[in-house]
Nanobody, 130 residues
């Protein structure tokens, strides 16, 4: 069974850090784009905040998290991480991991939109208190 499972969310004070994990089962992250999205309270759409192209290890970040969040990959654990530092109350959201196979001939210039991804995890809640 192909599955993505997020973990690592929780409650943290402003200025604190969390590390989210996205673990794949039934497949690996080779030759793909893996991204983190989030849905803030009361918002309908998910915001793409970071992506990693495993073909060339290029990463992209939304302006809202640039310099504070880092996406990385551990091949041995079949896991992609999102290290989140200097958290702010406006980072409060449900965070989702997304995956889509992609040819190594394609080059990404930004985080792909939601519709690009066919595989999603169920999300993990991050709450940042002020």
């Amino acid at each position: 069974e192909v599955q993505l499972v997020e973990s690592g969310g929780g409650l943290v004070q402003a200025g604190g850090s969390l590390r989210l994990s996205c673990t794949a089962s039934g497949f690996n992250f080779d030759g793909a784009v893996v991204a983190w999205f989030r849905r803030a309270p009361g918002k309908m759409r998910r915001e793409g905040i970071s992506s990693l192209n495993t073909n060339d290890d290029r990463t992209h970040y939304a302006e809202s998290v640039q310099g504070r969040f880092t996406i990385s990959r551990d091949n041995a654990r079949n896991t992609v991480y999102l290290q989140m530092n200097s958290l702010r109350p406006e980072d409060t959201a449900v965070y989702y991991c997304a995956h889509q196979k992609m040819s190594g001939r394609s080059v990404l210039v930004d985080i792909p939109p939601e519709v690009f991804f066919h595989s999603w995890g169920l999300g993990t809640q991050v709450t940042v208190s002020s």
